[in-house]
């Protein structure tokens, strides 16, 4: 494991090897900082299945899960580092009350060096049952204090990124008039659709799941629908590319080909690898870094515990839009690609804190 040790890399301050015997609980908690504050990051629950070795994959995982956390709650302008936690094993086996509340347990042992949320595979309804056993538990329901579904300011933030984009291209910071492509119309793309829409703007989805596009047309019947990713960032006159799907969405067969102006969207990840930043900068593709604009959930969560108050959080998430501008700023400044310009402010934050 001497990545854990290679600061290039990562260099992270603590991570934790649990093991509950009893409920099959086997977990990896990585804190990659706490130099803003307590390190805030869900826990994944994965199997690793196509993996030799599940335990090393799952920690690799948490340690860049964690240190990913670390920049986005630098950029969201939270008073929390970054931390990441994966559950090896398969949920829809292995997932039970016993195994969540000995998970709880092992978080309260860190005495709030950790506070934890969801991931993917742990909804709202497990963070109730971790949260039984551990206060430093957010991501849990409103009917025990906690702010629900995270969905709702991630697309607030994601939109306010896109309108901050559109301040940067063509001088006013709306999507009015613009053609919008959404590739995933989830939990969090729908929503997005919905703020879009009622910006006044021209939206093409597309979805691997026809009823996910069913949803979204029934709502709004003047959405187009594309029949793939691949068709819809071709698309001609396609002015910002939302990827809301999964990560990796910006490689080198579709940065090539985009016809948008602009990528601005929810999912984690986009660049497939280093590099693709500097092409879209190449190709005059203005790109709003994924982990500053779909930082609205981590913000909905963070709010939870100060006793959740959706105002305070919607506020918060609101100033994506200054920050994304602050970033296209900096990049202009720098000569560099926005996401280098934002790896650098978000590094600048964790040191002047560390002091
Ligand atoms: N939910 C949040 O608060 C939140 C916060 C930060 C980041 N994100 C990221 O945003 C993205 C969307 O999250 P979500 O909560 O809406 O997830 P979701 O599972 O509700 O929605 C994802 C949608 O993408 C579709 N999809 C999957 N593969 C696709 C493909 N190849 N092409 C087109 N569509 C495809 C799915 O069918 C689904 O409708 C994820 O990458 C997630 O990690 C979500």
Redesign the pocket.
Known sequence: MQTLFRSEQGGHEQVVLCQDRRSGLKAVIAIHSTALGPALGGTRFHAYADHSLPEEAATLDALNLARGMSYKNAMAGLEHGGGKAVIIGDPDVLKSEELLLAYGRFISSLGGRYVTACD?GTYVQDMDVVARECRWTTGRSPENGGAGD??VL?SFGVFQGMRASAQRLWGAPTLRGRTVGV???????RLLVDLLIEDGAEVVV????GE?VDRVRASHPQVTVAA??EALIRTEGLDVYAP????GALDDATVPVLTAKAVCG???NQLAHPGVEKDLADRGILYAPDYVV?A???IQVADELNGFDFARAKEKATKIYDTTLEIFERAAGDGVPPAVAADRIAEQRMAAARG
């Open positions: 993917v995270s969905s991630t590739a995933g119309v989830g939990k969090v793309g597309t979805d691997v799941r996910s793939s990713t809301c799907a999964l990560g929810a999912a984690n779909n609205g959930g981590v």
